[in-house]
């Protein structure tokens, strides 16, 4: 059999519950502060990205999947108020990033896409490629979705494309390429839709397409088509942030873009709403390297969304974005900007590099009626820990 056709059969292969490796369940949480801390899974292989969507439409709330070194592929999902994990699968190459989405609207539940190396490790070189995992009534069916020359970095799943039958699926990685794959009649077909001034470390959907974090220290944000266009034209690269280190994690939310990078720097990037206009806020600064930008509402004692990151040091911290009147004759109303006061707040940390962070909502965590949301984390430490914030009792 050749190396290929090896590479098929175990793309192929359905995993079954039977076979998952769990781990045995620790302590239900930890507090501090006002915030628990939630040992997701504790494991003995690096992991690199994390998410966090309805996997298991046969159960409520959200499960997450994290992956790392030999692909690992790691499942967890809230049982009796606390978090269960299993390791499903091991696809022999390091995985980076995972992302969760409805890729296909017929279909009960959600769809999983990682990516990473085809084998060994980021820093061999060698193939990118991304993994599908489809729910089955056994456990997932895992099949290779598409391939790259080099290491694929980013991914997102989101509404890319209003012809779809469900959301489609964004690539970008040191091939320097952003790729956009729409589901058909006769399977995924993938389209270059731009190309990117240094390596892709991370992307974010808009509201108005993608925006790519670059390890030169780009931020490049490109739009798809507009609703009056033809949706087979081509996509535009519409505006480029340039930094001095590099960047490595980015969220989107409307006109703002939250991103963050190697000098542990995180910034929002907001856009006028007429569009044209830009200013950056630094939100935070870390004393190493940031690996989270997040856009959730992890505070119940306060309204609207919260910002998040997490880095190098193991530190986890949300920052609380509170609007701010700015007198006319400093800024004009008129440029469209949003002012805030940004409050810091730690939410705990891990004991090694937190590398990715995601968030999500989960029925009946700590044995709360309603769902929760938490921000979950993925370390070198080999722990995913989730993060949720006490409601003042």
Same mark, same amino acid.
């Given at each position: 059999? =050749?190396?290929?056709?090896?590479?098929?059969?175990?793309?192929?292969?359905?995993?079954?519950?039977?076979?998952?490796?769990?781990?045995?369940?620790?302590?239900?949480?930890?507090?501090?502060?006002?915030?628990?801390?939630?040992?997701?899974?504790?494991?003995?292989?690096?992991?690199?990205?994390?998410?966090?969507?309805?996997?298991?439409?046969?159960?409520?709330?959200?499960?997450?999947?994290?992956?790392?070194?030999?692909?690992?592929?790691?499942?967890?999902?809230?049982?009796?108020?606390?978090?269960? =994990?299993?390791?499903?699968?091991?696809?022999?190459?390091?995985?980076?990033?995972?992302?969760?989405?409805?890729?296909?609207?017929?279909?009960?539940?959600?769809?999983?896409?990682?990516?990473?190396?085809?084998?060994?490790?980021?820093?061999?070189?060698?193939?990118?490629?991304?993994?599908?995992?489809?729910?089955?009534?056994?456990?997932?069916?895992?099949?290779?979705?598409?391939?790259?020359?080099?290491?694929?970095?980013?991914?997102?799943?989101?509404?890319?494309?209003?012809?779809?039958?469900?959301?489609?699926?964004?690539?970008?990685?040191?091939?320097?390429?952003?790729?956009?794959?729409?589901?058909?009649?006769?399977?995924?077909?993938?389209?270059?839709?731009?190309?990117?001034?240094?390596?892709?470390?991370?992307?974010?959907?808009?509201?108005?397409?993608?925006?790519?974090?670059?390890?030169?220290?780009?931020?490049?944000?490109?739009?798809?088509?507009?609703?009056?266009?033809?949706?087979?034209?081509?996509?535009?690269?519409?505006?480029?942030?340039?930094?001095?280190?590099?960047?490595?994690?980015?969220?989107?939310?409307?006109?703002?873009?939250?991103?963050?990078?190697?000098?542990?720097?995180?910034?929002?990037?907001?856009?006028?709403?007429?569009?044209?206009?830009?200013?950056?806020?630094?939100?935070?600064?870390?004393?190493?390297?940031?690996?989270?930008?997040?856009?959730?509402?992890?505070?119940?004692?306060?309204?609207?969304?919260?910002?998040?990151?997490?880095?190098?040091?193991?530190?986890?911290?949300?920052?609380?974005?509170?609007?701010?009147?700015?007198?006319?004759?400093?800024?004009?109303?008129?440029?469209?900007?949003?002012?805030?006061?940004?409050?810091?707040?730690?939410?705990?940390?891990?004991?090694?590099?937190?590398?990715?962070?995601?968030?999500?909502?989960?029925?009946?965590?700590?044995?709360?009626?309603?769902?929760?949301?938490?921000?979950? =984390?993925?370390?070198? =430490?080999?722990?995913?820990?989730?993060?949720?914030?006490?409601?003042?009792?």
């Amino acid at each position: 059999m =050749s190396a290929r056709a090896r590479t098929a059969a175990l793309a192929a292969l359905t995993l079954c519950a039977a076979a998952c490796r769990a781990t045995e369940p620790g302590p239900a949480w930890t507090e501090r502060g006002g915030w628990r801390t939630h040992v997701v899974h504790a494991g003995d292989v690096r992991l690199s990205g994390v998410a966090a969507g309805d996997l298991d439409p046969r159960t409520p709330g959200d499960e997450v999947l994290a992956v790392g070194e030999r692909g690992a592929l790691v499942l967890a999902r809230v049982v009796d108020g606390v978090f269960r =994990s299993e390791v499903i699968d091991e696809t022999g190459g390091e995985l980076l990033q995972v992302a969760i989405g409805e890729l296909d609207r017929a279909a009960s539940g959600s769809e999983a896409v990682a990516v990473g190396v085809l084998t060994g490790a980021e820093e061999d070189g060698g193939e990118g490629v991304a993994w599908l995992l489809t729910p089955t009534a056994a456990g997932f069916e895992r099949t290779e979705l598409y391939r790259a020359a080099a290491l694929l970095h980013a991914v997102v799943i989101a509404e890319l494309d209003p012809r779809g039958a469900g959301q489609e699926v964004a690539l970008a990685g040191f091939t320097r390429e952003v790729v956009v794959l729409s589901r058909g009649a006769a399977g995924f077909t993938p389209r270059v839709v731009a190309t990117l001034p240094g390596n892709a470390k991370g992307m974010a959907a808009t509201r108005r397409g993608l925006a790519v974090a670059c390890d030169d220290g780009s931020l490049v944000v490109v739009e798809r088509p507009r609703a009056d266009e033809d949706p087979t034209g081509p996509w535009r690269v519409a505006y480029t942030w340039r930094g001095a280190a590099p960047l490595a994690r980015v969220a989107a939310r409307g006109d703002e873009v939250l991103f963050c990078d190697n000098g542990g720097v995180l910034r929002l990037l907001q856009f006028a709403a007429g569009g044209g206009f830009e200013r950056a806020l630094v939100c935070a600064t870390a004393p190493d390297r940031l690996r989270g930008a997040v856009f959730a509402d992890v505070d119940p004692r306060a309204p609207g969304t919260e910002a998040a990151t997490g880095g190098y040091d193991g530190a986890v911290h949300a920052y609380r974005l509170t609007p701010q009147a700015v007198p006319d004759d400093v800024v004009p109303a008129s440029a469209g900007f949003q002012h805030y006061r940004v409050e810091a707040e730690p939410c705990g940390a891990d004991t090694g590099r937190v590398h990715h962070l995601a968030h999500g909502r989960f029925s009946g965590l700590g044995g709360a009626s309603e769902p929760v949301t938490a921000l979950v =984390s993925a370390g070198h =430490s080999g722990r995913v820990l989730a993060f949720d914030r006490l409601a003042s009792r």
